[in-house]
């Protein structure tokens, strides 16, 4: 059979990634599942925990591929369930930069770019635009750029993301 230039075999680029359920009613749990199973198209069975940090409410982890834009998918499905603290990221793969999605009640979504490292990547136009709001709304640039970085969605998680009654706990390193 000879390849045929007009209609080239596009190869599926895939990627894999996290989710993190940091805390979610009981009664919720199979929601998020089956939300989870639609994105991914397969049957999706979290290992659940209690959550320490807010009682009454439960965390998972999951590892999860599929194709780039997986992450944004994941996030939007979960996204506007009141009670539910997530993260997601996805890694870079040759057609796609990384991802990350944080989400809480109080702040909403959070959607950052990342690079190989893991590096939040801020496009040049957000950056101006953060300039311009802290010279023109009193607002303070260090604010502006701490908002474009996720900090308020980082200092809202963080106490969530403590591991707590067994979960699994993944150290990472700083190398210099």
Not at 32 to 43: D, F, M, N, P, S
Not at 52 to 77: I, K, V
Not at 107 to 133: M, S
Request: glycine fraction near 8%; charged fraction near 25%; proline fraction near 8%.
């Amino acid at each position: 059979m000879q390849d045929d230039p007009l209609s080239p075999e596009v190869p599926v680029r895939t990627t894999r990634g996290v989710l993190y359920v940091h805390s979610a009613p009981r009664a919720l749990c199979p929601h998020v599942e089956w939300a989870v199973a639609g994105v991914l198209g397969t049957r999706v069975s979290l290992d659940w925990i209690r959550q320490p940090a807010a009682p009454g409410t439960w965390r998972s982890e999951f590892s999860w591929q599929g194709r780039a834009g997986t992450g944004s998918q994941l996030a939007s499905a979960l996204r506007g369930w009141q009670m539910l603290r997530f993260e997601v990221t996805a890694e870079p793969c040759p057609t796609a930069e990384g991802e990350r999605y944080s989400c809480t009640p109080d702040l909403g979504i959070f959607h950052a770019v990342t690079g190989i490292h893991g590096d939040i990547l801020i496009p040049e136009d957000r950056l101006r635009a953060a300039l311009v709001r802290s010279r023109t709304e009193e607002t303070n640039l260090e604010a502006e750029i701490a908002r474009l970085l996720g900090k308020p969605w980082d200092d809202e998680l963080e106490p969530f993301r403590h591991a707590g009654e067994g979960a699994p706990v993944r150290w990472l390193h700083q190398v210099v």
